[in-house]
T-cell receptor, first 118, second 115 residues
Framework: EAGVAQSPRYKIIEKRQSVAFWCNPI?????LYWYQQILGQGPKLLIQ????????DSQLPKDRFSAERLKGVDSTLKIQPAKLEDSAVYLC????????????????FGPGTRLTVT | AQTVTQSQPEMSVQEAETVTLSCTYD???????LFWYKQPPSRQMILVIR??????QNATENRFSVNFQKAAKSFSLKISDSQLGDTAMYFC????????????FGKGTSLLVTP
C-alpha cells in the first residue's frame, strides 16, 4: 500500500509570509497527526484529527497556525504569518486507530516538509 | 505531562558490535506504550520496536531488543550485530493509553555505525 505522502518536501519563505503544507494519509486511516520537529529535538505534536474532527490541538499556536482535514482524508497545515522560530520539519503521520475494526495504534510517518524561514 | 529523556546525544559503534541506547520516562500512568523509532539521514521515521507496559516480557524484533524496567521507568534499546544501515537518529517515544494515542518523543540519540 502507498505510504503517507507530503508536499512540498522543502520550502523557503521570508518571515511574515504564509505557507501551507499538504498531507495525504494511508488509505483508510482514521487518525492523522501533524508534528513539528525542530533541529536537534524530537517531534512535538501540533494537532491530531480523528476522521475530520480535532482530537487534540492544545500545542498548536492558534494565532498563526491552522489546520483542517478535508472530508476525513487529506489535511493541510497553514502558517500565517511565519516567524523565524517556525523553521522546522513538519511531519504528518496516520494511524488506523479510530476505526471500528482497527485497534492498532501504530503510526506511519510521511517524509516531512522542511521549512526554512529567513 | 509525560517526559522522555534520552541522555546520550551521540553514540558510535563498530560494525558487528552491540550497542545499547538509553531512555527514561516520567509518568503517573499505569497503562501506556513505549516505542523506538529510527530516522535515517534525510529519510522518514520508521518504527523499530514497541512495548506494551502491561507486558512483562521484553519485546524483540530480529537484531533489536529492549530492556523494559517498569518500576525504574527505563526503556533501553539494544542493537546486536550492528550494520552500516543502522546509522540514524533513534527516538524513544511514550504513548499514553486513552489519550488519542499521540506520541511524546525524547530528543533522540544519533548513532553512527563505523566499518
Amino acid at each position: 500500500e502507498a505510504g503517507v505522502a507530503q508536499s512540498p518536501r522543502y520550502k523557503i519563505i521570508e518571515k511574515r509570509q504564509s505557507v501551507a503544507f499538504w498531507c495525504n494519509p494511508i488509505s483508510g486511516h482514521a487518525t492523522l497527526y501533524w508534528y513539528q520537529q525542530i533541529l536537534g529535538q524530537g517531534p512535538k505534536l501540533l494537532i491530531q484529527f480523528q476522521n475530520n474532527g480535532v482530537v487534540d490541538d492544545s500545542q498548536l499556536p492558534k494565532d498563526r497556525f491552522s489546520a483542517e482535514r478535508l472530508k476525513g482524508v487529506d489535511s493541510t497545515l497553514k502558517i500565517q504569518p511565519a516567524k523565524l522560530e517556525d523553521s522546522a520539519v513538519y511531519l504528518c503521520a496516520s494511524s488506523p486507530f479510530g476505526l471500528a475494526d482497527k485497534l492498532t495504534y501504530e503510526q506511519y510517518f510521511g517524509p516531512g516538509t522542511r521549512l526554512t524561514v529567513t | 505531562a509525560q517526559t522522555v529523556t534520552q541522555s546520550q546525544p551521540e553514540m558510535s559503534v563498530q560494525e558487528a558490535e552491540t550497542v545499547t541506547l538509553s531512555c527514561t520516562y516520567d509518568t503517573s500512568e499505569s497503562n501506556y506504550y513505549l516505542f523506538w523509532y529510527k530516522q535515517p539521514p534525510s529519510r522518514q521515521m520508521i518504527l523499530v520496536i514497541r512495548q506494551e507496559a502491561y507486558k512483562q516480557q521484553n519485546a524483540t524484533e530480529n537484531r533489536f531488543s529492549v530492556n523494559f524496567q517498569k518500576a525504574a521507568k527505563s526503556f533501553s534499546l539494544k542493537i546486536s550485530d550492528s550494520q552500516l544501515g543502522d546509522t540514524a537518529m533513534y527516538f524513544c517515544a511514550f504513548m499514553k493509553q486513552n489519550s488519542g494515542y499521540a506520541l511524546n518523543f525524547g530528543k533522540g540519540t544519533s548513532l553512527l555505525v563505523t566499518p
